[in-house]
C-alpha cells in the first residue's frame, strides 16, 4: 500500500487540476485509465520459467527458451548456486505522440513546443514524395510489480519509481536523420536492395511465428526499417508507424547504452551492455487509445491485432504501449 501511496496522490493532483488539452487528450481520466489497464492486463508477464519449466498458464503469449540448464553459478560478488528463472517484465511505457510534450500516461501537456521549436507532427509527406509519419516519443519507467507489491523480494527484478527516463523533443538526434548518423555508422552497411529484400523474410518470419529474426538487426518485419534511429517512418498506416516509432527509440537507447541485454546465459547474473538491438528480448503490448488483448513481437503486422483502429476517431496520433522484457536470471 505504500508503494501505491505516490501513485494515488499524482492521480488525485491531476483530476483536481485545471490542465486540459483538448488536442492532445491528456487529462486525469487518460492517465488513470492507462494505469489501470496496466495493472488489469499483469498477466502478460506469463509463461514464468522455472528451472525451464513453465509455470502457469501460458495464454497463448509468445515466449521461448534460450537457457536450458536448471541451475546456474554466479561468482560475483561471492560464488553461489542458484536456479534459473525467465520471465515477461514490464518495464515502461513508450508513449508516441504527434503533439509536443504530450504525456498521456501522466495525463498532463507542457506548455514548451515553442520554447524548444518542435512542430506538430503526424501524416506527412517525404522529400520523394512519399507518405510518412513523424512522432516524438517518451520513455517513462513504470512498474506495476512495485505498484501492486508483488515479488518485491525478488532480487531478478528491478524495482523503480515512476520516471520519464527518455524525452525525443529534447534530443536534436531525433529530429534529424543525417545528424542521426553519428549514433548509426553501421546503417550504411544494409543501405542498399539485398539487404533491405531481407526485410521480406523478417516480416515473414514475424507473422508466421511468435518473433522476428533477429540477425536482421536492421528490419522490423512488417513495420519498415529500423534506421534512421528518428522520428521518421514509413509504415503504411497510423498505428503500424507508431510501432515502428516504438522500435526506433529501444533501438536508440541501446546504442546510448540506456537498454542492456537482459537474456541468455551472459544475462542471469546480471544484465550486459548491448549497444546492437535483440528484438526478440522485447514485445509490446498497447494500451490507449484502444486495448489488446495480449502482447506481441516487434514487426507482427497490424492485420493480426489492429483491425478497424486506424480510423482517425480512434486512432489520434497519440498512444501508449507498455514494453515487456524478456528477463533471465539465477535466483538464489
Avoid at 514475424?206 to 512488417?222: K, R, T
Avoid at 528484438?279 to 503490448?285: A, F, G, H, I, R
Avoid at 483491425?307 to 514494453?323: K, M, R
Wanted: aromatic letters at 12%; hydrophobic letters at 45%; a neutral charge.
Amino acid at each position: 500500500m505504500r508503494k501505491l501511496l505516490p501513485l494515488l496522490v499524482l492521480i488525485g493532483v491531476l483530476i483536481f487540476s485545471n490542465n486540459s488539452f483538448t488536442k492532445c487528450l491528456a487529462n486525469p481520466s487518460t492517465a488513470l485509465r492507462i494505469w489501470l489497464e496496466s495493472i488489469m492486463t499483469i498477466y502478460n508477464v506469463f509463461p514464468i520459467r522455472i528451472a525451464n519449466v513453465p509455470i502457469g498458464p501460458s495464454f497463448g503469449l509468445p515466449d521461448y527458451s534460450d537457457v536450458s540448464s536448471p541451475i546456474c553459478i554466479c561468482k560475483d560478488p561471492l560464488p553461489r548456486v542458484g536456479i534459473t528463472v525467465s520471465l515477461w517484465e514490464p518495464i515502461a511505457f513508450v508513449e508516441v505522440v504527434k503533439d509536443p510534450f504530450c504525456f498521456p500516461s501522466l495525463g498532463v501537456q507542457l506548455d514548451l513546443a515553442g520554447r524548444f521549436k518542435v512542430n506538430q507532427y503526424g501524416r506527412s509527406t517525404g522529400i520523394k514524395g512519399e507518405e510518412e509519419y513523424t512522432y516524438d516519443a517518451h520513455w517513462v519507467k513504470a512498474h506495476p510489480f512495485a505498484w501492486l507489491n508483488i515479488l518485491s523480494d525478488f532480487a531478478c527484478l528491478q524495482f523503480e519509481g515512476v520516471d520519464i527516463g527518455y524525452i525525443t523533443e529534447l534530443d536534436p538526434l531525433w529530429h534529424n536523420d543525417i545528424w542521426a548518423s553519428i549514433l548509426e555508422p553501421e546503417a550504411l552497411l544494409v543501405a542498399n536492395p539485398l539487404a533491405q529484400m531481407a526485410c521480406v523474410t523478417d516480416s515473414i518470419t514475424a507473422n508466421v511465428s511468435d518473433f522476428p529474426l533477429d540477425m536482421l538487426w536492421w528490419c522490423q518485419g512488417s513495420w519498415s526499417g529500423t534506421y534512421p534511429m528518428t522520428k521518421h517512418s514509413q509504415a503504411t498506416n497510423p498505428l503500424t508507424s507508431q510501432g515502428a516509432v516504438v522500435g526506433h527509440l529501444i533501438m536508440k537507447m541501446h546504442r546510448q547504452l540506456l537498454l542492456w541485454g537482459s537474456i541468455g546465459r551472459g544475462a542471469l547474473c546480471g544484465m550486459y551492455p548491448l549497444p546492437l538491438w535483440i528484438k526478440s528480448q522485447y514485445t509490446l503490448y498497447p494500451l490507449y487509445p484502444f486495448l489488446f488483448p495480449k502482447r506481441f513481437a516487434i514487426g507482427k503486422s497490424n492485420f493480426l491485432w489492429g483491425i478497424g483502429h486506424n480510423a482517425p476517431f480512434l486512432n489520434q496520433g497519440n498512444s501508449v504501449w507498455q514494453i515487456y522484457r524478456k528477463r533471465d536470471c539465477c535466483a538464489f
